[in-house]
Every structure is written in structure tokens, then in C-alpha cells.
């Protein structure tokens, strides 16, 4: 996949995940628009549109299992790390939202990551920090 379909996806999962209560927060739209900025996307309709108009939960995953088919696990963490970030970006996460964490943990480690080109060395770290990230966003949510 290209970088910048990557990039779309992993924008449009951001989006749909903001969703995931039905309404988005004023934290959290400055939060979606600063990695907006941040790529370059910001002019961009068909995302623009995603912030304006609910996106189906449904919708959210089928974009997250076609990303972590492609993605090898550094993506794969970037990803659950703005997720992370989108959500405590109020200060308050929703049962709701806790529970979408969990789930796209859960997805992460169930679908394999293809093999990073520069990952020779055999060891299977990635599976642990994998759990250690999914750790301390548990943490965080508990937390707030």
C-alpha cells in the first residue's frame, strides 16, 4: 500500500474511532485536526466529511483489519498510540471507548503483522510491547 493510502486509512480509522460515542468533543476535533495538519491532509473533502458526519462502527473496523493486514507492527503501535491519544484528549473516556481500545488491541494481536524488511533478528519482541502498550493505555483509562 502507498504511504499516503496508509496515511487515509489510518486517518479515516482515527476518525471513525472518535465516533465510536456518537459525538465528537471540541478536544477532540483539535486533536484530529492537528494530525491532519501534521500530513498534509488538512484541505482534504473526503476526511474533512468524516468530521462532520458519524461514521458506522462497523465501517471503523472493516478499516482497521484492512490496515493492520498491511501494517507491520511500528505502524501497527503508532496507530494504537494516536488512538490512545484521540481518546484521553478530553480527559474523560467513555465505557464505550474503553471498550473500543480493548477491541482493536484484541484485533491487533489476533491479525499477523507482515514482516518489517528491516526486522531480521528472529526475535519475537513486537507481540510484547504489543501487550505492554495495551497495558498502560488500560492504565491511563483507569486513571481518568
Known amino acids: 500500500?502507498?504511504?499516503?493510502?496508509?496515511?487515509?486509512?489510518?486517518?479515516?480509522?482515527?476518525?471513525?474511532?472518535?465516533w465510536i460515542d456518537q459525538h465528537l468533543v471540541p478536544e477532540e476535533v483539535t486533536y484530529l485536526r492537528k494530525v491532519l495538519s501534521r500530513l498534509h491532509l488538512e484541505h482534504d473533502a473526503q476526511l474533512e466529511a468524516l468530521l462532520t458526519t458519524p461514521v458506522d462502527p462497523q465501517q471503523t473496523e472493516r478499516w482497521l483489519i484492512a490496515y493492520l493486514e498491511?501494517?507491520?507492527?511500528?505502524?501497527?503501535?503508532?496507530?494504537?498510540?494516536?488512538?490512545?491519544?484521540?481518546?484521553?484528549?478530553?480527559?474523560?473516556?467513555?465505557?464505550?471507548?474503553?471498550?473500543l481500545?480493548?477491541?482493536?488491541?484484541?484485533?491487533?494481536?489476533?491479525?499477523?503483522?507482515?514482516v518489517e524488511p528491516s526486522s531480521s533478528s528472529g526475535e519475537d519482541w513486537a507481540p510484547k510491547i504489543l501487550q505492554q502498550v495495551g497495558q498502560f493505555f488500560r492504565r491511563i483509562i483507569a486513571a481518568v
Not at 481500545?101 to 491487533?108: P, Q, S
Open 1 to 18: 500500500m502507498e504511504i499516503a493510502q496508509h496515511q487515509r486509512l489510518m486517518l479515516n480509522i482515527l476518525i471513525g474511532s472518535a
Open 101 to 114: 481500545l480493548d477491541e482493536f488491541h484484541d484485533l491487533m494481536a489476533r491479525i499477523p503483522a507482515p
Open 70 to 99: 498491511d501494517s507491520p507492527d511500528s505502524e501497527r503501535l503508532k496507530l494504537l498510540a494516536a488512538i490512545g491519544n484521540l481518546l484521553i484528549s478530553d480527559n474523560e473516556v467513555s465505557n464505550i471507548e474503553h471498550d
